[in-house]
């Protein structure tokens, strides 16, 4: 196994257990009207969650390839999931009353943060340490 295949299935792995809390997450967000806050329709915020698969989907693609800029997709997306929950969620979470769905919800995003940093720091790495090999 070369160096950058190593460094993609690191990061694909790290994806795929980032995808497992996100979706389930985005559930959470449409049963507690997170979408309405934003001034989004119900349609809208499905677009959005559509284009939003659509995008992951491809830099996962090119991140399997090991292409570098892969890594800058994926390093992004968890990036930006793990902003958006320290954000939006973790200050209502800190609070006395109980959070949505209780446990349940709470370990979304805290699987969601933890997992999101570790993808967004592995595919830093991944895109310092390896070669170029494809576009």
Request: aromatic content about 14%; proline content about 4%; glycine content about 10%.
């Amino acid at each position: 196994m070369t160096t950058d295949s190593k460094w993609s299935n690191r990061v694909v792995a790290l994806g795929l257990v980032m995808v497992t809390f996100a979706y389930p997450h985005l559930i959470d967000d449409f049963l507690y009207y997170v979408p309405q806050e934003f001034g989004l329709t119900n349609q809208v915020a499905q677009v959005l969650a559509g284009l939003f698969s659509f995008v992951l989907f491809a830099v996962f693609c090119a991140a399997v390839r090991g292409n570098r800029w892969g890594y800058v997709g994926t390093g992004f997306m968890g990036g930006f999931l793990a902003l958006a929950v320290l954000l939006k969620h973790v200050p209502k979470m800190l609070l006395p009353e109980p959070y949505w769905s209780g446990g349940f919800s709470e370990t979304l995003n805290w699987g969601l943060l933890v997992s999101g940093c570790a993808l967004m720091i592995v595919s830093i790495l991944a895109f310092q340490q390896t070669t170029d090999r494809g576009s």
